[in-house]
């Protein structure tokens, strides 16, 4: 454990629920924010909210393997450690947990966590729990990341059990992710309030990512025509020009790969269930796409995710 400017810093989980547990016993609500680090403005605005709903933000740092699949870009996400602890010690954050890993590894074992690949996603072969919201987790990225939702499940288990939160702070630009969470939560009666806050976008339109730190340049400009896409099926929608949920995909898909993405999905779903839709006028709809984009490392895609909710207030 360090201390930087009073923003305490854990790489230790024990060391991590000992502190937090010390912040309870004082009467302190803590907050929640997990991240995979290499912040921007949409994850300090989680923390920005999350001032407002407890008295004590902590935030994690961690590119979790087992939500990557070995031919994933575990190898290439961005990491900035230093510059992530200088924004959230700005931000006001009172400490960070950064873990070196969560997977407990068979002693005397050689291997790190990323070298020993599992079939589906990298964990250590000691590792074998793991958390699965059925339903939730088949649809949309899970089509494409069979591997991906148990490792984001089964780790924010492991960041809820190690930082015991009152309450913790997730962006809907991982709708299907804060759904899932929500779920989670819910099914095996965890004690955590889970807030979805809304995406924070770049002036052009494009939602901010880690990851697109990883576009070329020409992808970085064309990357926009997402939300341009995104906000015209919500016009044809909300303006009752179009309802047909696989219109709406074929135009979207079609502004999208006229950008120079390739389509991994375009999605419209039940806002809630995460269900195809026969009609989009008739709920709260879900628009949500994938696609990949040139990428300048040895990757050579980035797959970036955004959505959308057409007819919000049906929900409300
Ligand atoms: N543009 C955004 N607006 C609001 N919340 C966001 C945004 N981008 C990420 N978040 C949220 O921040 C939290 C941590 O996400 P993460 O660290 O994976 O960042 P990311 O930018 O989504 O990275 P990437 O998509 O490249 O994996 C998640 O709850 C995620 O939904
Ligand atoms: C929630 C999360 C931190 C779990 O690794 C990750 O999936 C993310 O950053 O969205
Ligand atoms: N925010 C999503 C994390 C991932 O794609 O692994």
């Given at each position: 454990m360090s201390v930087q400017n009073e923003m305490h810093i854990f790489s230790s989980a024990s060391e991590m629920r000992n502190w937090s547990r010390q912040q309870k016993q004082k009467g302190k609500r803590i907050a929640l924010v997990p991240t995979m680090g290499y912040l921007h403005e949409g994850h300090l605005s989680l923390v920005e909210a999350a001032k407002e709903l407890a008295d004590i933000v902590v935030s994690s740092i961690y590119v979790n393997p087992?939500?990557?699949?070995?031919?994933?870009?575990f190898g290439q996400y961005p990491r900035q450690p230093e510059v992530d602890r200088a924004k959230l010690k700005a931000m006001g954050c009172s400490a960070v947990f950064e873990p070196t890993s969560l997977y407990v590894k068979v002693q005397?074992?050689?291997?790190?966590d990323v070298n020993v690949?599992?079939?589906e996603s990298m964990h250590p072969e000691s590792h074998e729990t793991f958390v699965q919201?059925?339903?939730?987790?088949?649809p949309l990225c899970g089509g494409s990341r069979p591997h991906f939702f148990r490792g984001v499940a089964t780790v924010v288990t492991k960041l809820f059990h190690i930082v015991e939160p009152d309450v913790a702070v997730f962006g809907r630009k991982d709708y299907q992710q804060w759904r899932i969470i929500e779920r989670m939560v819910r099914d095996l009666d965890f004690g955590v309030e889970v807030v979805g806050m809304p995406i924070c976008r770049e002036q052009d339109g494009l939602a901010m990512s880690s990851?697109?730190?990883?576009?070329t340049a020409e992808a970085r400009q064309h990357a926009p025509a997402i939300y341009k896409a995104l906000r015209w099926a919500m016009q044809a929608v909300e303006s009752g020009a179009e309802k047909n949920p696989g219109t709406i995909q074929d135009q979207v898909r079609g502004m999208i790969e006229q950008a120079g993405g390739k389509m991994d999905y375009a999605e419209l779903v039940d806002?809630?269930?995460l269900q195809p839709i026969?009609?989009?006028?008739?709920q709260t709809t879900l628009l949500a796409v994938a696609a990949l984009f040139p990428s300048k490392?040895?990757?050579?895609t980035v797959r970036l995710i955004d959505n959308i909710v057409i007819n919000e207030e049906i929900l409300l």
């Open positions: 087992t939500q990557f699949a070995a031919h994933e870009d005397g074992a050689e291997s790190e690949v599992g079939k919201v059925e339903r939730l987790q088949k990851r697109n730190a990883r576009l806002a809630k269930s026969l009609d989009a006028s008739l490392d040895s990757q050579g």
